[in-house]
């Protein structure tokens, strides 16, 4: 014979409120996970096109100073080149062809 127990369908309520709960809890966590692992995926991205960005901008930044200092060379590359012409008389063939050309013309006008 089985006992009756009157209250028997308190305690299949709680039980199936607590199952419930569980659940509950489970999927809500499985949610939260699938959301961590969304931003996680979207942090390394932005980390990604972040970093691509900054080495961007440090490419862009050494080439301009790699020019700059080619620029500098040259400048005092010619720079040296004109003091050593000056200081020791030595002309290029260009000065040489416009004071040929100035003393051509002093003669012609002196006719």
């Known amino acids: ?3 009756h127990n009157p209250y028997k369908w308190y305690k299949d ?6 199952k419930s709960r569980k659940e509950q809890a489970e999927n809500f966590n ?3 996970a699938k959301l961590r692992e969304k931003a996680e995926a979207k942090r390394q991205s932005d980390q990604e096109l972040f ?3 900054l080495q961007k901008m440090h490419d862009e930044n050494e080439e301009r100073k790699e020019n700059e200092i080619a620029r500098a060379k040259a400048e005092a590359a010619t720079k040296a080149e ?6 020791f008389g030595t002309k290029t063939e260009n000065e040489k062809r416009n004071d040929e ?7 012609n006008m002196k006719l």
């Open 1 to 3: 014979m089985t006992e």
């Open 13 to 18: 309520l709680q039980e199936g409120a607590e």
């Open 30 to 32: 499985k949610s939260l």
């Open 51 to 53: 970093n691509k960005v």
């Open 82 to 87: 004109q003091e050593a012409r000056r200081k």
């Open 101 to 107: 050309a100035l003393r051509q013309m002093l003669r």
